[in-house]
């Protein structure tokens, strides 16, 4: 049997990724509760930087220690990959040596490729296109705190950008109402949001998009790899803050979340990201409790 991967929320259904986010919630409290589990002794999950993180890392690596398991960091520099070895020939060499593989990357069909070659599970900590893994971490978050999040309203603010398009994704996979404010241009994927038909809709005013909102979800205005546009985005997203005046016309207990690193007084003003409402710490450490979740589904499934 080929091996199951992670690249997009589209690769696990609706009814396996809300067991996952049950599972994750159930992990997390055995932990609080000095409780050992630890299925991957002598597992070994490769993980694949090209570009830096500081909660994925950690992450992947404190959830792969929790389990027994042991987690391997590679850099280009570590690597045949950064010498311009072929992806399928990484691939088809490292999962031999590994039992799971992470990547964060930049073009998402590397990814594909990747997955394609290899005989364990990938999952895509990052590309330009997609970021599944914080989603995993958002949802569980948001379960904890209000429970399902079926037949609810989130408002995306910002840039269309990967994690956009995964709010997207999990509009279709968790059920609920998406509505995105985005300035002209920034817009994301026309396929993806096609896609989630009458769950997504776009609009360019972020008041119109948060009226009512359960759950209102930013990003920084310029992504890793995208400095030399900070001036440009900076013009673009002035009009984009999430501050307390966006969130007063939010319902009266909606949540803010931002997958971090944050830009106080860009994307979100210090009294929203500091403030009551805010779950972004919840949202940071649930990151190594969902994905230990997604590895013990991948490895044990």
């Not at 009814?15 to 070994?44: V, Y």
């Not at 893994?133 to 990967?162: F, K, P």
């Not at 026309?190 to 359960?214: F, M």
């Amino acid at each position: 049997m080929s091996a199951r991967h992670f690249l997009t929320l589209l690769d696990l259904s609706s009814t396996e990724l809300n067991a996952l986010i049950q599972r994750a919630i159930e992990l997390k409290a055995w932990l609080k509760e000095g409780k050992s589990h630890t299925p991957f002794a002598g597992k070994t999950l490769a993980m694949i930087f090209e570009k830096s993180s500081t909660r994925t890392r950690v992450s992947f690596e404190a959830g792969m220690t929790q389990l027994g398991g042991h987690a391997i960091f590679l850099s280009p520099r570590d690597t045949q990959l950064g010498r311009g070895e072929p992806i399928e020939d990484s691939s088809r060499v490292l999962s031999r040596l590994s039992d799971i593989i992470m990547i964060r990357t930049f073009e998402h069909d590397k990814i594909e490729r990747f997955a394609e070659y290899s005989s364990v599970p990938v999952i895509n900590a990052l590309t330009d296109l997609y970021h599944p893994c914080q989603l995993l971490a958002d949802m569980q978050t948001y379960v904890e705190h209000r429970g399902s999040i079926q037949g609810r309203t989130v408002s995306w603010i910002g840039d269309g950008n990967n994690m956009c398009h995964s709010y997207i994704n999990a509009a279709r996979q968790f059920d609920f109402k998406l509505n995105i404010a985005c300035p002209d241009g920034y817009q994301p994927d026309h396929n993806i949001v096609a896609a989630a038909g009458e769950r997504v809709s776009i609009t360019n005013t972020p008041l119109e998009a948060t009226i009512g909102a359960d759950l209102v979800v930013t990003d920084v205005w310029a992504s890793m790899g995208q400095e030399e546009e900070q001036k440009i985005r900076g013009r673009a997203f002035a009009d984009f803050m999430v501050n307390d005046k966006l969130m007063s016309v939010a319902a009266d207990n909606a949540l803010f979340m931002h997958c971090l690193p944050a830009h106080r007084g860009e994307e979100v003003s210090a009294s929203v990201i500091d403030g009551q409402q805010s779950v972004v710490w919840d949202e940071a450490e649930n990151r190594i409790h969902a994905q230990k979740a997604l590895l013990e589904f991948l490895l044990c499934s």
